[in-house]
């Protein structure tokens, strides 16, 4: 059976712990999270030469002012843009080799078709990693891909509104925990529920007894 407790440890920091003077997803915002013995939740994409990289948005335009698609984008190419002008995005080989097991990793594969060179590669740098880790996204191929081909993996699905909870149905006996939205906690399952995203302690205190375990920033 499968040891799933370690998402309950301690709260979960979204993107790491970041600010005004940290960069979200940074290796910065990973080694304040690990300070203060925070899971850590991060996102990743797959590069044009199939690097993984550790970053939220599918356009670079928020974070670094490009109008650029990342995942067309070689590990070269983005390079170039730094987070704040100074710091580099990581690939999670980075990422896991610096957290190397100190405190578990929540991973969301960021994803909106059936990349299986995407899994492949990310479980090849997984398979041999000895921290404590669990993968989750909202897209179902990720979850219909691990359960046939890594079903040692902790898995999870995402899910948003009320619109998405005919998924669960489908998928719980393939996955091991939900990520919510709070916009529908509480959500009665009998699978762990995470919920996300608390940025304020009011919210911490209200959504605190409603699942499992949350997943919050800016309040760490």
């Known amino acids: 059976m499968k040891q799933i407790d ?3 440890n301690n709260l979960i920091a979204h993107r790491g712990v970041y600010n ?3 960069p979200e997803n940074s290796i910065l915002s990973f080694t304040k999270a690990i300070d203060k013995n925070y899971i ?3 996102d990743i994409h797959i590069l044009s030469d199939d690097s993984i990289v550790v970053f939220h948005d599918y356009n670079l335009n928020r974070l670094l002012s490009v109008n650029k698609i990342i995942e067309t984008l070689s590990y070269a190419q983005l390079s170039k843009y730094k987070l704040d002008k100074k710091y ?6 980075q990422v896991i080799h610096i957290v190397n097991g100190k405190v578990p990793l929540l991973i969301e594969v960021k994803c ?5 060179k995407f899994m492949e590669k990310l479980v ?3 398979d041999n990693y000895d921290g404590e880790f669990a993968i989750q996204s909202s897209n179902t191929f990720v979850i219909e891909w691990l359960n046939k081909n890594r079903k040692n993996y902790v898995i999870g699905l995402i899910v948003f509104n009320k619109i998405n909870l005919n ?3 489908r998928y719980l006996k393939k996955i091991d925990f939900l990520t919510a939205s709070k916009k529908i906690l509480p959500l009665k399952s009998k699978k762990m529920v995470l919920g996300w995203t608390i940025r304020t302690k009011e919210e911490l205190e209200k959504y605190r007894d409603k699942c499992d375990n949350l997943i919050c920033e800016n309040i760490l």
């Not at 909106?112 to 299986?116: E, M, P, S, W, Y």
């Open 6 to 8: 370690f998402l309950k």
């Open 20 to 22: 005004l003077k940290i």
């Open 40 to 42: 850590i939740e991060l």
């Open 88 to 93: 580099l995005i990581p690939t999670l080989e």
């Open 112 to 116: 909106v078709d059936k990349n299986i």
């Open 124 to 126: 090849e740098l997984l």
């Open 167 to 169: 998924l669960i149905n």
